[in-house]
Nanobody, 117 residues
Framework: QVQLVESGGGLVQAGGSLRLSCAAS????????INWFRRAPGKEREFVSA???????YYADSVKGRFTISRDNAKNTVYLQMNSLKPEDTAVYYC???????????WGQGTQVTVSS
């Protein structure tokens, strides 16, 4: 069992940056992949990024080159650094853990990111 808590969301102007954090507890953090998904208003939830238990990283084409995922096992925390934000990045961002990237099992409650133009 894994418990996940997201933080770092907020309101930012287009072109700005935010760093999201996902703090994990309840199981061995290093044995899980951590994913970020997002759900924009009126749209389906979509995959954003992931980091595997081995440190491999994955990105959706829409965020590649702008977002960077990293993990700090000592702090049981995964970060999503979001740069050059666009209005279309506006969404609720969810942290999710699972056995491998893109296979979520446990979900956090989400954090709102709003990018104004």
């Amino acid at each position: 069992q894994v418990q996940l808590v997201e933080s770092g969301g907020g309101l930012v102007q287009a072109g700005g940056s935010l760093r999201l954090s996902c703090a994990a507890s309840g199981s061995t953090f290093s044995d899980h992949a951590i994913n970020w998904f997002r759900r924009a208003p009126g749209k389906e939830r979509e995959f954003v990024s992931a980091v595997s238990r081995y440190g491999s990283t994955y990105y959706a084409d829409s965020v590649k080159g702008r977002f960077t995922i990293s993990r700090d096992n000592a702090k049981n925390t995964v970060y999503l650094q979001m740069n050059s934000l666009k209005p279309e990045d506006t969404a609720v961002y969810y942290c999710a853990s699972g056995p491998v990237p893109r296979i979520p099992t446990y979900w956090g409650q989400g954090t709102q990111v709003t990018v104004s133009s």
